[in-house]
């Protein structure tokens, strides 16, 4: 009987620890998104920024996705010439995952920054004055390393920045893809604003940091199946402004949502919706 | 100020439910085939405490749906007025992920139809609770408050001195403000936390504990 009483919890803590995962990862779950939509005040904001979040289905070759991109970049500016920032989602440039031959895939359409698709989005960002951010497949100078990249072009065509995925899922490293190191901030228009893609909202050093940055907006881009939420944990997450890109439709057996929105600080979605291309506008007023 | 307020109002209103169950004790039904005298219970939730770890994706996501999305430590206290009728509160503090902190204030009561109409199985019950709770986000320092009634079902088997009990939760709706500037409460009705996923989804309790 003594036995047993001591067996019983030793099993159990044997299964505990076999059922622990990864130490440094936010594992967001229900608890994160329950509430109901708070009503967030910015009438009286002394910043504002017109943005705009694309959803967008993405076909397996580049060159039609950036004619696509291109399309859909002046549409924005005949819809809402003020838009100032538009973001489209990860790795837009081709498919998010290959299952068939995922590395040669990506080592395929990945291009170096600044190279041919940054050139391309550049000179439309300077001819349209806008900031457009947008994922691709980097390749380093020397050809080795292939990273989940998320590039930033200013109205001047410049590339403004670079942050390359830190939180590597498990399609990502068997993609081939390699993690980036830092946390990306950036300013536009006077406003500091944090980049990051998909899972970096798991990474606790990213979240820690941004957040200790006292950042107001997050540009989130990203491929997800993740239907839409009543509120939004990555607003809540880094208690700033989310514009969230995704993609939508089916790349041979992986299907992606389409949920794009626009949330508040206090994780209210503005605007959004999903399953359709479509591009979500909103104008975000901060407070400083 | 306003946030404290708000927090105290809702303490205060629960503590006034608590008081006005006491005047049910003065209906007590008696039932030949069970104890009578009053009893105070008092249990854990086993699954609250692995839901605060940092255990594998999957089952960090979908586990609270089992401990009732209660986390860490995870304690709760009743009396019973008769045998058909019990008030309960529940405690639960703990990480609900790396980021953000949950504690969460129950309180409600249970009543044992079944055993007052002298009908099988005379465990089972239904009942309804407020239920408060702080998400805390640790990094930026905002409180979110949430405050839900939701309804229970239940079953509650007395083995001696020791029982437990399983349970469904169903939220109906949700009341919620935070400490963020700039912010107004809203509210909204609530079977859900993922509409778009699962348009109802009630959670589960268990509990283990002693009877004194």
């Known amino acids: ?288 | 100020m306003k946030t404290l307020k708000t927090t105290l109002l809702v303490l205060l209103f629960f503590s006034g439910m608590v008081f006005s169950q006491q005047g049910l004790n003065a209906n007590k039904v008696k039932n030949p085939e069970l104890p009578t005298v009053s009893k105070f219970y008092a249990g854990i939730n086993p699954l609250a405490l692995p839901a605060a770890f940092q255990v594998q994706d999957d089952v960090k996501r979908y586990l609270p749906i089992m401990s009732g999305l209660e986390y860490g430590l995870s304690v709760c206290g009743g009396y019973y007025f008769n045998p058909n009728l019990a008030i309960e509160s529940r405690l639960s503090l703990g990480y609900v992920n790396k980021l953000a902190f949950a504690g969460q204030l129950h309180a409600g009561s249970n009543y044992f139809l079944f055993r007052k109409l002298n009908i099988k199985p005379q465990n089972l019950y239904i009942g309804g609770f407020f239920k408060l709770w702080d998400y805390y986000n640790r990094y930026s320092k905002v409180h979110f408050f949430n405050l839900c009634p939701y309804l229970t079902l239940g079953y509650q088997k007395q083995i001696s001195r020791l029982f437990y009990d399983i349970r469904l939760n169903q939220t109906l709706f949700i009341y919620s403000w935070s400490s963020l500037e700039h912010t107004s409460p809203g509210h909204d009705w609530f079977l859900s936390p993922w509409p778009a996923f699962i348009p109802i989804l009630p959670t589960f309790t268990f509990t283990f504990g002693w009877m004194f």
């Open chain 1, 1 to 288: 009987m003594r036995k047993k009483l001591i067996t019983l919890p030793l099993l159990f803590i044997v299964l505990f620890i076999a059922a622990c995962g990864d130490s440094d990862r936010i594992i967001q779950g229900l608890m994160d998104i329950s509430g109901a939509p708070l009503e967030y005040d910015d009438s009286k904001a002394t910043k504002h920024l017109n943005v705009a979040s694309v959803c967008m289905s993405c076909s397996r070759d580049k060159q039609e996705n950036l004619q696509k991109m291109t399309g859909i970049l002046r549409r924005i500016k005949t819809e809402k010439p003020a838009t100032r920032l538009v973001v489209f989602g990860e790795t837009i440039l081709g498919w998010y995952y290959d299952p068939v031959n995922p590395v040669a895939y990506q080592k395929n359409i990945a291009e170096t920054i600044p190279g041919p698709a940054t050139d391309k989005i550049g000179a439309l960002a300077d001819s349209l004055n806008m900031y457009i951010a947008f994922g691709l497949t980097e390749r380093s100078d020397e050809g080795e390393n292939f990273y989940n990249s998320l590039v930033l072009l200013n109205p001047k065509g410049e590339i403004e920045a670079v942050h390359s995925k830190v939180s590597l899922i498990n399609w990502d490293e068997k993609s081939g893809f390699t993690p980036g190191k830092q946390k990306t901030v950036v300013t536009i228009d006077g406003i500091k604003t944090g980049m990051i893609i998909c899972s970096d909202i798991q990474s606790v050093k990213l979240v820690r940091e941004l957040v200790g940055d006292n950042i107001k907006i997050i540009i989130h881009a990203l491929a997800s199946d993740a239907l839409e939420f009543r509120i939004d944990a990555v607003a809540r997450q880094f208690n700033a402004w989310a514009i969230i890109a995704n993609r939508c439709g089916d790349e041979e057996e992986n299907s992606y949502s389409g949920n794009c929105y626009i949330a508040d600080p206090a994780g209210t979605i503005r605007v959004g919706g999903q399953g359709i291309e479509r591009v979500e506008y909103y104008r975000i007023g901060v407070y400083e």
